[in-house]
């Protein structure tokens, strides 16, 4: 099944596109990819300016620095940050065409853009400055959330981890497996500054224990390295989440309102690592990102590709042609992984966050059939999951969520309480059966997309899930029972550790400590809890659900 | 889905079933059982089977042996071993290290209790000063026992009568209009023209008839009634719930009405039409049959009936009229008094002390009550209880009984409390004859509209519910919907205080609960309808002598101890009748049940909205 094979070298032609891309099924494992070569030359036709969007990370938009007809070439800085956000770059070599609140235009000097081993202009900052070539670079977080690295890793973790996300959940996507392959001895660099940059003393790559091959090369670049490990996760969604990444590596299950240093850790993602390389050691600014493009594209019969440089600001459909164009009739086109993706459009241009660019088939007609919506923290939120009822052509009677899905900051945005580990849907789908529903659609993660089967189908309710249309157009099994075990079981590399069954005494296992047991050894934690109150003649109560070195006392 | 540690300590013996899969080598804590609430539905959905399944405590901290899926009973061959419940307790508080069993210390402390638990935990050090226990402990013994002794005065074993009211009854053969408004032996005279006075009291009111009703007349159309009040005033100075009241037996008065453009002055369903076919006819809150109703019919200025100045302004307007009849009454030769009622309040030390919380409607417009008049029923003197924020207000049961609420309340006619009701309130009969409980008030409290403010209210219930010591509560409401989620509330403020209560209400099919707690274990529906339905006939779901019956008994039987069923999945209307009878052989005192719509003649609208529910 595995096929991991390099399309051989990029053809300067101008009518035929070259690509260079790394086609994989995301589920592969063999060792095939051995003679990848380390040119990621891409080369893609512009069909029109390119956008670079103003925000494409969290906080707020950049201020542009260059004015309309200015000249730019690739690294030339074109927008700063005001407040909490990141450096933006030009990706080509061009001019200025058109600039608004949202975006800058910049028109490309050749229609064709190829990235790789084209010069980019450096950044400034002095090499020794680690911190301050990551923040002028523009590195954002690469995994989806774009929060800007300079600022994560501007902390001190007084010896903590430096947790590497390489767990690629999402189904389908590729390019983060892909780079451990062929820039395995970068990513290793990219970590070692990080943990430098914050003071780490631990470095863990959260890896899946599928990816034997991936491991293997990360193995080999770890040779001689003693302060950073890897750790094999289960095959099941979602272990990339932050707090999921933190409880499987160190055991610490934080609560959804915590941040990963009340552990004393961060959780970066893997590709993001690699651009910290990049701008440490090259200089170089984030003009490119790795992309898996897959679904219905033509020649490719549904498999995946990899575009490792893809320019930041060219658009979804030039992308998609790079790579074969779509094939056909389709129902949409998803920016992001199959759970937490977003429809989007073929104009859209690509930003530093975007990952997956999948093409689907078109939607199944439901006639108006009534459904149910369980929302789940893990997977599309309720407007999502809206759309795709509504693509289905069915009619919304009632909505759910997960009893787990919290929303600390009252502002829209989910979380887990405890991602991955199903607190039980029956309820739910009781509800959704009881407002007269006769679907239900559900965006849960695999767990309880498992309870949900335990349920649903038994009170007549027809199951779907909001990634069924994505897996059905690459031929992938819709995720219904989990037959998979939570835990990694059987024999693990040497020096590694896993996520083990905490009952089993297999070895690699990590054990479990309460938040608060985590804390202690941090200095913010470690402060006495006062609490002072005069109590009358009345009852006093205190109850402690969990803790540990409690100490109450009674004083006049 | 998955429960809380408590609430599994809670439901030790129901069945342990998975709520989502787990795996061979699983220690079963509280996160992986299903919360047995549901297990009715999914039994009867056919998606789950008990046969066979340990229960949580027997379940809880042993280790699964397979894997197994959601919804699957854990049965003995599932686990490495079946706990011993009772030993598990023990064992739990010897080794504090096992997971979510809850170990827990009580220390008798300063007169109250100093209360520690611990879910889980380590290293746990409690300091608490020596030898205060104790003294406190015995001064409080000692404050008991004075409070005993001082209840003196009128006690007769150890009872004390705290005040009496008394009832003189008056009899009315006819109403007619007149010159003046009299009573002459047992007829009574309106002075013809009061209408026009009774109008021009109020800007809002444009109209007012008055018609006088009898028996052979029943056969009116009425616009939605209002209220329905008895005819009683004050002898001398004496204030509402001591004392003497005159009362006129025989006759009510009967406040309807409409706006201008005769929209009828109510909210959730309204009960115009022909009287004969729309009053439930001797309920408490109802005339009974043969009394002569004064019908006052006003028109209020449009769009005013959803405001509350307008409902205000008409019951202002009537009660000109049944002012001057009250002074009247006063004035009527004691000789014409055909019979006299003593109640006394009593409290009794020792008896389990009790009280009765009455919400009622505080939600404003029409939704409001009027506390306290000087008068039975009257106006002068009253505040209503949205301007008091109905906060509880605490009444002795013979203010209730003398009329110290005159309800403005519009809720669905079939369970809306009128003025009467109070008059006759069958709870606080009930209560206040029994001499196995220590009746020690009624605490009225509003419906606000705002949730948080409901909050609010009920937080104060439970407060007063403490300060008063009660050992025993029961809480009625009017209405559902909207007003059963204070309901709830109020017997969750009590209940957590360790008191035992009961809570009453319309409910049935159409007023199913819409929220709950764990505290609501102890139900008596008030419903009499056929089809469990507010079906609009006046009074007709209101709380009767054979719902008080029943409130008592199950209170008691909380007190004592005695377990109440849990509720069938759906409203039964044998569950009530096997309970009537239940009591009727253990008194040996028959419960006769109250008539319900189908002793009426079927309306028109009745034919076209109710038959078919």
């Known amino acids: ?556 | 889905m998955s429960i809380s540690a408590e609430y599994a300590q809670e439901h030790l013996n129901d069945p342990a079933v998975l709520c989502c899969r787990r795996e061979a080598g699983t220690k079963l804590s509280h996160h992986d059982f299903e919360d047995p609430a549901i297990f009715d539905d999914l039994v009867s959905s056919g998606l789950l089977k008990l046969d066979g399944a340990l229960t949580i405590g027997q379940a809880m901290g042993s280790t699964l042996t397979k894997t197994m899926d959601s919804l699957n009973p854990i049965l003995k061959d599932c686990v490495d071993k079946v706990q011993d419940v009772a030993a598990s307790a023990v064992a739990s508080s010897a080794t504090p290290a096992t997971p979510a069993q809850a170990s827990s210390v009580t220390q008798s402390f300063s007169g109250g209790k100093l209360k520690i638990h611990i879910g889980e935990g380590k290293g746990i050090d409690l300091e608490i000063p020596m030898g205060l226990g104790g003294g406190a402990a015995s001064t409080g013994a000692t404050g008991t026992a004075a409070v005993g002794a001082s209840a003196t005065g009128s006690a007769v074993g150890g009872e004390k009568v705290v005040r009496t009211l008394t009832r003189k009854h008056f009899n009315i053969t006819e109403v007619k209009r007149g010159k003046e408004t009299k009573i002459d032996g047992t007829t009574l005279y309106i002075r013809e023209g009061i209408e026009k006075e009774a109008v021009d009291s109020q800007e809002l009111v444009h109209d007012l008839k008055v018609d006088i009703i009898t028996k052979d007349n029943y056969h009116i159309y009425s616009e939605t009634i209002m209220d329905t009040q008895p005819i009683a005033t004050k002898e001398g100075d004496a204030e509402l719930g001591t004392g003497v009241t005159r009362v006129l037996d025989n006759v009510v008065m009967m406040l309807t009405g409409t706006t201008d453009e005769g929209v009828q002055i109510g909210e959730f369903g309204s009960s115009e039409g022909y009287l004969d076919e729309n009053v439930m006819w001797n309920r408490p809150s109802c005339p009974d049959h043969g009394d002569i109703i004064i019908r006052g019919t006003v028109k209020i200025e449009n769009l005013k009936n959803m405001e509350r100045p307008g409902p205000l302004a008409a019951h202002k307007a009537f009660d000109v009229i049944t002012q001057e009849i009250r002074l009247a009454l006063k004035e009527l030769d004691e000789k014409y008094c055909v019979s006299k009622e003593e109640f006394k309040q009593v409290r009794r030390p020792g008896k389990k002390k009790v009280a009765l919380v009455k919400e009622i409607m505080g939600q404003g417009a029409m939704h409001d009550n009027l506390i306290l008049p000087v008068e039975p029923v009257g106006i002068l003197g009253a505040h209503p209880n949205v301007d008091l924020c109905n906060v509880p207000v605490v009444c002795s049961p013979l203010e209730v009984l003398d009329g110290c609420i005159h309800a403005l309340t519009c809720i669905g006619p079939a369970s809306k409390e009128q003025s009467r009701h109070y008059w006759r309130e069958p709870m606080v009969l009930e209560m206040l004859f029994d001499e196995e409980i220590d009746f020690a008030g009624v605490i009225f409290v509003g419906s606000p509209q705002i949730n948080s403010e409901k909050f609010y209210v009920s937080k104060r219930v439970g407060m007063t519910c403490e300060a008063m010591d009660v050992e025993g509560a029961i809480v009625t409401t009017e209405g559902f919907g909207n007003n059963h989620v204070d309901f709830v509330s109020h017997i969750e403020q009590i209940g957590m205080r360790g008191i035992k209560v009961v809570g009453m209400s319309f409910c049935a099919k159409q007023g199913a609960l819409v929220v709950g707690n764990k505290y609501v274990t102890a139900m008596v529906d008030n419903n009499k309808s056929e089809a469990g339905i507010e079906n609009e006939i006046l009074g007709n779901n209101t709380l009767c002598p054979e719902d008080a019956v029943r409130a008592i008994m199950m209170l008691k039987a909380e007190m004592t101890g005695e377990p109440i069923k849990k509720p069938e999945k759906e409203w039964n209307p044998n569950v009530k009748t096997q309970n009537i009878e239940l009591i009727s052989s253990v008194t040996g005192k028959p419960v006769e049940l109250v008539k319900n719509e189908k002793s009426l003649p079927m309306s028109d609208k009745y034919k076209k909205k109710y038959a078919n529910a």
């Open chain 1, 1 to 556: 099944m595995a096929k991991k094979k390099v399309v051989s070298k990029a053809k300067k032609s101008t009518t035929k596109v070259a690509k260079k891309v790394t086609k994989a099924a995301s589920r592969s494992t063999k060792k095939t990819a051995t003679k990848a070569k380390k040119e990621t030359a891409v080369a893609i036709k512009s069909s029109s300016d390119i956008e670079l969007l103003l925000r494409q990370h969290v906080g707020k938009p950049c201020v542009p620095c260059v004015k309309k007809g200015d000249k730019v070439t690739v690294g030339t800085l074109i927008a700063r940050p005001q407040g909490l956000g990141a450096n933006i770059h030009s990706s080509v070599d061009g001019v200025v065409s058109k600039i608004t609140d949202a975006a800058i235009f910049i028109k490309p000097s050749k229609a064709l853009i190829t990235m790789g081993k084209k010069v980019v202009k450096p950044v400034s900052a002095k090499k020794e400055d680690l911190l301050g070539r990551v923040a002028e670079a523009g590195v954002v977080g690469m995994g989806g959330a774009g929060f800007p690295t300079g600022v994560k890793l501007n902390v001190d973790l007084h010896g903590g981890y430096v947790l590497v996300n390489a767990a690629e959940c999402e189904p389908i996507l590729a390019h983060n497996m892909a780079q451990l392959v062929l820039f395995a001895n970068e990513t290793v660099k990219g970590i070692q500054y990080a943990m430098k940059i914050t003071n780490a003393k631990q470095g863990i790559v959260a890896i899946k224990q599928k990816h034997s091959h991936e491991i293997e090369s990360l193995l080999k670049a770890l040779k001689g390295i003693d302060n950073i490990r890897i750790h094999l996760l289960p095959d099941i969604y979602p272990m990339g989440e932050e707090r999921a990444i933190i409880r499987e590596t160190l055991g610490i299950l934080l609560p959804v309102t915590a941040l990963p240093t009340e552990a004393n850790s961060i959780v970066i993602n893997v590709e993001t690592v690699l651009r910290v390389y990049e701008a440490i050691e090259l200089g170089r600014p984030v003009v490119s990102k790795k992309i898996t493009v897959s679904g219905k594209i033509k020649g490719t019969e549904n498999g995946v590709m990899v575009f490792h440089d893809v320019p930041i600001g060219v658009r979804v459909k030039d992308v998609i042609n790079a790579a074969g164009g779509i094939d056909g009739k389709y129902g949409e086109i998803i920016m992001g992984g199959p759970f937490m993706g977003k429809p989007c459009s073929l104009d859209d241009p690509v930003t530093k966050t975007t990952g997956g660019i999948i093409v689907t088939e078109p939607f199944k007609d439901y006639k108006g059939a009534k459904v149910g919506l369980l929302v789940c923290a893990c997977g599309a939120d309720e407007n999502r999951l809206k759309d795709i009822a509504k693509k289905y052509n069915m009619n919304v009677v009632d909505v759910e969520y997960c009893k787990q899905a919290k929303d600390p900051k009252g502002n829209g945005v989910y979380k887990c309480e405890n991602p991955g580990n199903c607190p039980g849907q029956a309820l739910k789908c009781m509800n959704i059966k009881k407002a007269g529903a006769t679907e239900i659609l559900i965006s849960n993660c695999s767990d309880c997309t498992n309870t949900v089967m335990g349920s649903a189908p038994g009170l007549g309710l027809n199951v779907h899930h909001s990634t069924d249309h994505i897996f059905e157009t690459v031929g992938m099994q819709v995720q219904r029972h989990l037959t998979k075990s939570k835990f990694v079981e059987g024999p693990i590399p040497e020096g590694c550790t896993a996520s083990r069954n905490p009952e089993s005494n297999e070895p690699g296992g990590i054990k479990q400590v309460s938040h608060s047991e985590a804390a202690k050894s941090s200095e913010d934690y470690s402060k006495p809890y006062v609490f002072k109150e005069d109590t009358p003649d009345g009852e006093l109560v205190i109850s402690i659900e969990s803790g540990s070195d409690i100490s109450v006392k009674y004083e006049d």
